[in-house]
């Protein structure tokens, strides 16, 4: 049976949440915040909030509600258009990308969204060039992600989007079967490093070239926007760019930091002349 809740107790139990995972639970938004939650219950067999509240005392439950509310991209190259630009940018040298240079992929809760940057940097002849700096909230899903597993489900719409992003090889050839699963090649992520959490410490700059943080803004209260966005800013080097979903946008007060290079991709770029 379906659990209710009031507006005052969800909000409680997404303040718990914060405290106990030291992530923003408290900033998602409502519908997808009591959508997640019902889901998790019912996997869990959870029939009150205080069996729930109890359940938290394990490291292992709290890493199971991690990743029940990670937000996860299930396709490789979604969006075709946002890749193609992307390249571009790449290839004629709006971006320089070498061994000095870094790529930040914050929240990365599925491995499409990586692979797709590993499979264009491959195809590009910059393999193992720059540092690609990942984040994540769940360790068990990360794992998956660690390997280069990848689910066979969206096999044809993988296939369909690698199509329109007009790869030069065939998707196949980037991945590798064992015992009837599907992984991206290792020699790929020779260069990736992963951090547990949303965002690096306060005493950490990444100063990355290029941001990729698409589709997750959607799912938190639009004030938190500007702090999510501070965040991306105080990790982006001047010159560097950030790349957004295409029905995300950046909040007003960073139009004097970045300028948008690419409207209908959502891709902004940083001002060179900041110095902070």
């Not at 909230?137 to 990360?142: A, L, N, Q």
Request: neutral net charge; glycine residues 4%; proline residues 3%.
């Amino acid at each position: 049976m379906a659990i209710s809740y009031s507006i005052n107790e969800l909000r409680e139990l997404a303040e718990r949440l914060t405290v106990v995972t030291k992530l923003p639970y408290n900033e998602l938004t409502h519908s997808f915040f009591k959508r997640r939650l019902a889901v998790l219950y019912e996997k869990n067999a959870i029939r009150k909030t205080q069996q729930f509240i109890s359940m938290l005392e394990e490291d292992q439950f709290i890493d199971i509600v991690n990743d029940e509310f990670a937000i996860a991209t299930t396709e490789l190259f979604r969006d075709p258009g946002f890749w193609r630009r992307l390249r571009r940018l790449i290839i004629e040298s709006e971006i320089e990308l070498d061994q000095t240079t870094k790529v930040w992929i914050p929240d990365v809760s599925s491995g499409e969204e990586l692979y797709s940057f590993l499979i264009l940097l491959e195809e590009s002849g910059l393999s193992g060039q720059p540092e690609i700096m990942t984040s994540y909230i769940s360790k068990e899903s990360f794992k998956h992600v660690q390997e280069g597993l990848i689910t066979t489900k969206k096999a044809e719409t993988n296939n369909y989007n690698y199509k329109r992003f007009e790869g030069r090889d065939k998707l196949e050839a980037h991945f590798v079967k064992d015992k009837g699963r599907v992984f991206l090649k290792k020699e790929m992520f020779r260069n990736v490093k992963s951090e547990y959490g949303l965002f690096p410490s306060e005493d950490i700059e990444y100063k990355a070239s290029i941001v990729i943080f698409r589709n997750k803004m959607l799912y938190y209260n639009k004030v938190f926007h500007e702090r999510l966005v501070e965040q991306i800013d105080r990790n982006t080097k001047p010159g560097g760019i950030i790349c957004l979903g295409i029905k995300e946008t950046l909040p007003r007060c960073f139009s004097k930091r970045f300028e948008c290079i690419d409207e209908k991709e959502s891709i902004y770029k940083k001002y060179k002349f900041l110095t902070d």
